[in-house]
């Protein structure tokens, strides 16, 4: 069975950090894009950024350049998502996923996690 479980949520003020991390599991993740998605109250999933198979190239939503950075380490299964200089706005459900190719939109995920929670105080 397929497992995409996230950590590292959590609540912190507005300027802070935080360090995500998504461990998959269940079977092999060769080829497979890793994303991260996000979803706030009363809005819907939106993209955040993708990391390729090998980690070579990376494409995130246009807000959030500079600000986050997504990096993986295959031989954990395990992906990251950095975030820096957390705003507001940023407070959201993040999401795990996983496909293959390189995948930057929520209809060409095959696995997605449970979500881990980041909420940024003002």
């Known amino acids: 069975q397929v497992q995409l479980v996230e950590s590292g949520g959590g609540l912190v003020q507005a300027g802070g950090s935080l360090r995500l991390s998504c461990v998959a599991s269940g079977r092999t993740f060769n080829g497979y894009g890793m994303a991260w998605f996000r979803q706030a109250p009363g809005k819907e999933r939106e993209f955040v950024v993708v990391?390729?198979?090998?980690?070579?190239?990376?494409t995130y939503a246009d807000s959030l350049k500079g600000r986050f950075t997504i990096s993986r380490d295959n031989a954990k299964n395990t992906v990251y998502l950095q975030m820096n200089n957390l705003k507001p706005e940023d407070t959201a459900v993040y999401y795990c996923?996983?496909?293959?190719?390189?995948?930057?939109?929520?209809?060409?995920?095959?696995?997605w996690g449970k979500g881990t929670l980041v909420t940024v105080s003002s």
């Open positions: 996923a996983a496909a293959p190719g390189y995948p930057t939109n929520r209809e060409a995920i095959n696995y």
């Open positions: 990391i390729s198979w090998s980690g070579t190239s990376t």
